[in-house]
């Protein structure tokens, strides 16, 4: 991959540009690391609502109103931080292969752990069936293509009976469209398209059209595809919003919130950072995830309110120096939210759901990040 970093001339602006933030603090803004704690645990406290309220509930929380606009804001700006961050990491190691090592040793460990436990521990601990049953049943050997981005739900016997039934771990339908957005980025580093800040606009115009204009709004995406190919097609919907009668169609609006933010990382030069903008994008972008004929079109004020928030620099809790416990929180929420749901140790009420899920899985977290993941990130000094 040539220097595509360097393609960019400087700016001759004097206005604070998304760039000039982003150097002042070295890259390492305290923005954010809050935001992937607030988003994780906001997906945790939105999936303890489905769980412990049942489907019909679903529709009711995103029929309008503040606590629809924030529903609807949390997977996409995860997308976009993901996306801005990621094509950061694209343009500093200059090559494609250390790229794909550094986000398989980043996502693969941890998910292969967190699958293992679920399929050996966790569903041997919790099926209606018999030990030799659940081990003999062909789902359990289906539920390992989840290491590979395959995703599977259901393991033999497994929360049968929940409000939110048959469904292990529901958060890993988005692993297949965080491997599409790699693989966007591939694509575009090898045709070229990072050598010039319009091919980068133009590319994602091309890929907005096509979700918009072309019928493509209904794909499951790249790798869905290939699992139904390779596997089964699943009739089950983890994804909240998709069980319902939601008319957004989340999958594809977190590619295009992905890529949102690979597009304001190639600008970042050229692009204000300031709260004015920070705030007009959170309007936007309220509105627009709102309009079911529009919010293909908020992923880049999606971006840029990401993007500004996490540029922020408050004052570092001290928790966010001890390590990343947002993708652990991801892993292991769901499916110790489903057990917390079948105990009925939380009475129906849905605060003393979260509080319970959200203490387990804080000690999964801070084993997944202190066993796991930060081991495993520390191979990617041999590749540097």
């Known amino acids: 991959m040539a220097n595509t970093a360097g393609t960019l001339p400087q700016s001759k602006s004097a206005f604070n540009s998304i760039e000039d933030q982003f150097l002042r603090y070295n890259s390492k803004t305290s923005g954010f690391d809050y ?11 939105w999936h303890s609502y489905g ?23 949390i997977l ?29 040793l980043r996502l693969f460990p941890a998910l292969t752990v967190e699958v293992l436990l679920a399929a050996l521990f966790l569903g041997p601990l919790v099926t209606t069936m018999t030990f030799h049953g659940y081990f003999s049943d062909g789902l359990l050997y289906k539920y390992f293509f989840n290491i590979f981005g ?9 929360f049968e009976d929940n409000i939110y039934p048959r469904v292990v771990n529901g958060s890993l339908w988005t692993v297949p469209y965080e491997l599409e957005c790699y693989i966007y980025l591939v694509i575009f580093a090898l045709i070229g398209i990072f050598r010039n800040k319009y091919f980068v606009l133009l590319a994602f115009a091309t890929v907005t059209v096509m979700v918009t204009q072309l019928g493509f709004t209904s794909s499951q995406g790249m790798v869905v595809a290939l699992k139904d190919i390779l596997i089964v097609k699943t009739e089950l919907q983890p994804n909240l919003q998709q069980a ?19 597009v304001l990382y190639v600008w970042r030069k050229y692009v204000p950072c300031n709260a004015v ?15 079911p004929s529009l919010y293909y079109f908020a992923a880049l004020p999606v971006a840029y309110l990401t993007t500004w928030l996490g540029l922020q620099n408050p004052p570092r809790w001290s928790l966010l120096d001890k390590g990343d416990y947002s ?51 520390k191979l990617k000094r041999h590749f540097l």
């Open 35 to 45: 935001l992937r704690i607030i988003l994780a645990v906001g997906v945790l406290a």
């Open 51 to 73: 769980l412990n309220y049942g489907r019909s509930s679903i529709n009711d929380a995103l029929s309008g109103g503040i606590t629809a606009s924030v529903i609807q804001l």
């Open 76 to 104: 996409p700006m995860f997308f976009a931080l993901s996306g801005f961050l990621v094509t950061t990491s694209l343009f500093r190691t200059n090559s494609i292969k250390t790229y794909l090592i550094f986000r398989g």
């Open 150 to 158: 395959l995703i599977q739900y259901e393991l033999p016997g497994v």
């Open 244 to 262: 319902t009668d939601a008319v957004i169609d989340s999958a594809r609006i977190l590619v295009l919130c992905f890529l949102g933010g690979a």
């Open 277 to 291: 903008l920070g705030l007009s994008a959170l309007v936007l972008s309220v509105w627009l995830l709102s309009s």
């Open 327 to 377: 993708y652990g929180i991801y892993l292991y929420a769901f499916p110790i939210q489903q057990v917390v749901s079948a105990s009925g140790l939380h009475g129906g009420n849905y605060v003393v759901h979260i509080l319970m899920s959200l203490a387990l899985v804080s000690i999964f977290a801070v084993f997944s990040w202190h066993v796991i993941e930060k081991p495993a990130l």
